[in-house]
C-alpha cells in the first residue's frame, strides 16, 4: 500500500470527523457530543488547550457525563457521577489529587480511583488520549 496515500487519507479522514462533530455539536443546545469514532473508539472531545490548570469541565459525551480534570500538569477523564450516590463532582472540588463529591464529601484519589475510606467504591476512569490538539476518550457502555 501506497504509504503516502494512507497519510492522505487519514488526514482527510480526520478532518472530515472533525467538521462532523463540530456540525452535530453546533445543533446541541447543552454541551453534548456525539460523534464518529476513531478505528480505537475513540471521539475528540475538547481542545487540549481548553482545561485549564486546577480546573474541571464537564462535558456530556453521547448522553455520559465526562469529567475533564487538569492537576500539575497530568491530565483526568473521569464519569462525572460519584459511585456513591451519583452527585457530580464537577460540582465539587479538587485537593491536589483528590477530587471531593459535593453531596457528602466523600474524596477519591485521581491515580488510582479509590475512595481513601473504602477501597471498594472507585472512580470510573475513561481511556483518553491527546491528539492533534485535542482530547480524545473512549466512553465505554460497560461502566
Ligand atoms: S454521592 Fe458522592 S459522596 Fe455521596
Known amino acids: 500500500?501506497?504509504?503516502h496515500k494512507k497519510k492522505r487519507d487519514d488526514n482527510?479522514?480526520?478532518f472530515l470527523r472533525d467538521r462532523y462533530c463540530k456540525f452535530l455539536n453546533n445543533l446541541q443546545l447543552k454541551p453534548i457530543l456525539i460523534c464518529m469514532p476513531d478505528?480505537?473508539?475513540f471521539v475528540p472531545v475538547i481542545e487540549e488547550k481548553e482545561l485549564k490548570e486546577g480546573k474541571m469541565k464537564l462535558v456530556r459525551?453521547?448522553?455520559t457525563p465526562v469529567l475533564f480534570i487538569k492537576q500539575k500538569g497530568k491530565i483526568y477523564v473521569i464519569d462525572d457521577r460519584?459511585?456513591?450516590m451519583g452527585c457530580g463532582?464537577?460540582?465539587g472540588s479538587l485537593d491536589g489529587e483528590l477530587v471531593i463529591c459535593p453531596?457528602?464529601?466523600w474524596r477519591f484519589n485521581l491515580e488510582s480511583g479509590d475512595y481513601e475510606d473504602a477501597p471498594s467504591y472507585v472512580l470510573v476512569k475513561f481511556p483518553f488520549k491527546?491528539?492533534?490538539g485535542k482530547i480524545w476518550v473512549k466512553v465505554q457502555d460497560d461502566f
Open 82 to 84: 460519584c459511585p456513591h
Open 61 to 63: 459525551v453521547e448522553g
Open 39 to 41: 478505528n480505537e473508539g
Open 1 to 3: 500500500m501506497d504509504i
Open 130 to 132: 491527546v491528539e492533534s
Open 103 to 105: 453531596c457528602h464529601g
Open 12 to 14: 482527510i479522514d480526520l
Open 89 to 91: 463532582f464537577s460540582g
